[in-house]
């Protein structure tokens, strides 16, 4: 019986490190994807002039919508895009120019004005998507359940988008700080991030066809 239960435990740890690796792995690889900090700009630039509710509410719009995309994705994109005869890399393609019409309207007019008249569309685009559910946040996604499993998959999302909650939660305060001016600046040199980004996405996209 000590034997048995020995080797169990033994079999437990080994899993349990296996697992601890793997969901490592899966949220850095997804953290940096995403990459919460680094929106912060877009985030803010878009919700400057509403009130808390109304900013709180996109935030939640942006995470749940986010989270959503990606774990449907990361079970079902693989089908999802070949139903639709769409290939990953014309995926890329496509949010690659989404992404670069984001960049040019925070270069031109410091902020994003399609949002409508419903503050929660701007939750969902452009910030959910592409911005952090984008191609390549999907394509991490995709190759971390075929490589890793649903649990690791989900508990990765889950994790990063917690983070990512919290991070654009404090913008505002980081934002008061900064001021008008430095907003301002801050939104145009990361609208020069984004296109660089969007461009990389069409490019990957065109060498894989």
């Known amino acids: 019986m000590f034997d048995i239960a020995t080797i169990s435990s033994h079999n437990l740890i080994s899993f349990l490190n296996i697992f601890g690796d793997d969901l490592l792995r899966a949220t850095i690889s997804l953290f940096a994807v995403i990459n919460p900090i680094g929106t912060i700009p877009l985030f803010a630039s878009m919700t400057q002039k509403m009130q808390k509710v109304e900013r709180d509410r996109v935030l939640k719009t942006t995470v749940i919508t986010a989270s959503a995309l990606l774990m449907i994705f990361a079970v079902a994109g693989t089908q999802i895009l070949s139903i639709f005869g769409i290939t990953i890399s014309s995926f890329m393609i496509a949010g690659g120019i989404l992404l670069f019409v984001v960049s040019i309207e925070l270069l031109t007019h410091g902020g994003w004005r399609f ?34 499993g649903l649990m690791v998959t989900i508990l990765s999302i889950a994790i990063v988008m917690g983070i990512t909650y919290v991070v654009f939660f404090l913008t505002g305060k980081i934002y008061k700080i900064l001021g008008r001016r430095g907003s301002l600046i801050i939104t145009r040199i990361f609208a020069v991030l984004i296109a660089a980004i969007a461009v990389q996405y069409v490019v990957d996209g065109l060498k894989t066809i």
Do not use: H, K, R, Y
């Open 115 to 148: 949002g409508g008249t419903v503050s929660d569309e701007s939750g969902v685009v452009p910030l959910a998507f592409p911005l952090l559910a984008g191609p390549g946040a999907i394509t991490t996604v995709i190759l971390s359940f075929q490589m890793s």
